[in-house]
């Protein structure tokens, strides 16, 4: 049985990094003379990650703000990346003249990991390995976040939320030290990429645990609840004090502007872009406005599906229980917030009251919960549809439609990686 998942992980990690290295096929075989960006946010995030790589140590970047220079963390310079590159350039010094290379080729190894990530989470929840494969492939190369590979490095690496959310479902099913401290780990280090990744992250997962306290708190065991806690709370703590002790200026604004500006409407969940498959008829926007978070008309469907069959018919059938509905309404409730609720209800003052999450301006990225939970839930729905289809008549018809669900989110994939 082993041998088998091994094989199957293998074949998934050989056709994602097919895919990847089709996709971006100049920059896989030329890394260390390819740029993805030449302009705006995407030059300035090569430039602080390399001129920190030639000429800084420490937390300490001085390629900009001169002559007081910044924190690493603040250049959106990829701390977790230029750390590692620093020390393997220190260990084999010949290496020091591919940083480019180096940097590029971390990021095309990232979507891989998305793909291999998701795949894994699939599995986890019961999805057999031909919709686990489908699904994962989908889920990866359509997200949002990969729009991020052409400029913002650090929001663009697909292994993140899947990731932490895998992890933490291995930790809460074996709740051990080895599992439990290998979330933290993970969710830290993404959070060194990008400090949006971890939040994000661990806003869901507190979500999630908020609700398992609330309501299973006497039928389940504490050191679970315990193990949960660890997991959403840690890496906060651990990202918090690394900033606290390693950034020496003082005056750095709490309470940014902008907390409003960059959020999430209801577009950005049923809009395609306008070089989609299905390409948008209304008036196109930005192709890297914060909320983006369109799933594709597959899961838009199902996700449809799920809620009226669920809420109006009561199905037990139609949703995956294997899913818990408390991940669902935990992206719910980062919907809605990255949508700016309750906020934009002339209550505005309320944000001074939220912490150091009144720092994150770009409140639309939290919509990127509801991606990944609403694709997660699509494919291991039609996964265990799929299963429920050998006991029905006319089966054909049953298998027909979840393979055609299949193709069209197949299709708005393929297109768009095609279009990139």
């Not at 031909?130 to 663009?156: M, N, T």
Request: glycine share 6%.
């Amino acid at each position: 049985m082993k041998k088998s998942s091994t094989h199957n992980l293998l074949f998934v990690l050989l056709v994602a990094a097919a895919v990847v290295a089709v996709t971006f096929r100049t920059l896989f075989l030329h890394p260390n003379t390819t740029l993805l960006s030449i302009g705006g946010d995407g030059i300035k995030n090569y430039f602080t990650s390399l001129f920190y790589l030639k000429y800084n140590n420490g937390t300490h970047f001085t390629g900009m703000n001169y002559p007081f220079g910044e924190h690493i963390s603040f250049a959106d310079a990829q701390p977790a990346l230029v750390y590692a590159i620093k020390a393997i350039t220190r260990i084999v010094p010949a290496l020091a003249a591919y940083h480019l290379a180096l940097f590029n080729l971390f990021l095309l190894a990232g979507m891989v990991a998305g793909v291999v990530f998701t795949y894994l989470l699939l599995r986890q929840l019961g999805a057999h390995h031909p919709a686990a494969v489908a699904g994962a492939l989908c889920i990866a190369f359509f997200s949002p976040q990969l729009l991020r590979a052409e400029a913002h490095y650090g929001l663009s690496y697909l292994f993140s939320f899947t990731g932490a959310w895998y992890l933490f479902l291995r930790a809460e099913n074996n709740p051990n030290w080895r599992n439990t401290l290998m979330a933290v780990a993970f969710i830290t280090f993404c959070g060194l990429l990008h400090m949006y990744l971890a939040v994000l992250s661990v806003l869901f997962l507190a979500g999630y645990n908020l609700l398992k306290t609330v309501f299973a708190y006497k039928t389940e065991p504490a050191q679970l609840h315990a193990v949960r806690w660890i997991i959403a709370v840690l890496p906060v703590l651990f990202l918090q004090l690394y900033i606290r002790f390693t950034d020496y200026i003082t005056d750095r604004p709490s309470t940014p502007w902008g907390f409003l500006t960059a959020r999430a409407h209801l577009r950005h969940l049923i809009q395609p872009l306008p070089s989609d498959l299905l390409q948008s008829t209304t008036t196109p926007y930005r192709l890297y406005e914060e909320g983006f978070a369109y799933a594709g008309a597959s899961v838009l469907l199902i996700t449809g599906v799920l809620i009226v069959g669920t809420l109006f018919f009561r199905s037990k059938k139609l949703y995956p229980r294997q899913v818990s509905v408390h991940f669902a309404y935990s992206a719910l409730a980062l919907l809605l917030l990255a949508m700016g609720i309750p906020f934009i209800f002339h209550l505005e003052w309320l944000a001074d009251y939220t912490g150091p999450l009144r720092q994150f301006r770009a409140l639309g990225r939290f919509s990127w919960a509801y991606y990944y939970v609403a694709a997660t839930l699509t494919a291991v729905a039609l996964s265990k549809w799929w299963q429920l289809s050998a006991g029905r008549q006319p089966r054909i018809l049953y298998r027909s439609f979840i393979v055609g669900v299949f193709l069209l989110w197949f299709a708005e994939t393929g297109w768009r990686l095609y279009r990139i």
